[in-house]
């Protein structure tokens, strides 16, 4: 069988049509597959990784905090954590300008080798004094922890606020520093 020039250029096209199609199935659409794939996978690991360093540098200065804690001596008793939370309270509000209506300590929890003593605190003030107060709460020396926070507007339409925190400190008894305890 004899093909003319059109025939030959025919099946010629189509050869490589055909050439392309199966290339284009066998080899570049895999490759460019495979490479999302791994730009998904770089991605996912880069946020690993940043996750990991900010863990790392979160630790670091967790570990600080907790030093300079230990430094500055934890009570060793309930009466001690609870004496200096509520001392520190007064003190931080009388400084923020918030009047307190309510100051007082609740049992005392065992968690871990810590003693855990709750407060409940109840104050009167302005936005910007219970803010003062609250932020003092937040970079507190001694270990003190907001549980708990409701403001309401005592009085509508006015900068007068009501502040409802419940807070909780620690103390570690004496057996439990030196690896006695539990």
């Known amino acids: 069988m004899v093909l003319n020039k059109r025939e030959k250029y025919l099946g010629i096209g189509v ?3 055909v050439g392309l199609l199966l290339l284009n199935s066998l080899a570049i659409s895999p490759l460019l597959e495979a490479r999302e794939k791994a730009q998904d996978d770089d991605a996912a690991a880069t946020l690993a990784l940043n996750n990991g360093q900010d863990m790392i540098a ?12 230990l430094q500055r001596g934890m009570p060793t008793s309930v009466s001690a954590a609870e004496s200096q939370t509520l001392h520190a309270v007064a003190d931080w509000s009388q400084a923020a300008g918030v ?7 609740e049992r005392p929890t065992q968690e871990g080798p810590f003693q855990v003593i709750g407060v409940g605190v109840v104050a009167n003030g302005t936005m910007s004094a219970v803010t003062r107060f609250i932020w003092a709460l937040e970079k507190s020396p001694i270990p003190l922890r907001i549980n708990e926070m409701k403001v309401n507007s005592r009085k509508e339409g006015t900068d007068d606020l009501s ?4 807070l909780s400190t620690l103390c570690m008894p004496e057996n439990e520093k030196s690896g006695g305890g539990k």
């Open 58 to 69: 979160r630790k670091q200065h967790l570990n600080a905090t907790w030093n300079q804690i």
């Open 99 to 105: 009047a307190l209506s309510s100051l007082k300590s």
């Open 163 to 166: 502040l409802t925190i419940s």
């Open 15 to 17: 050869a490589v049509a």
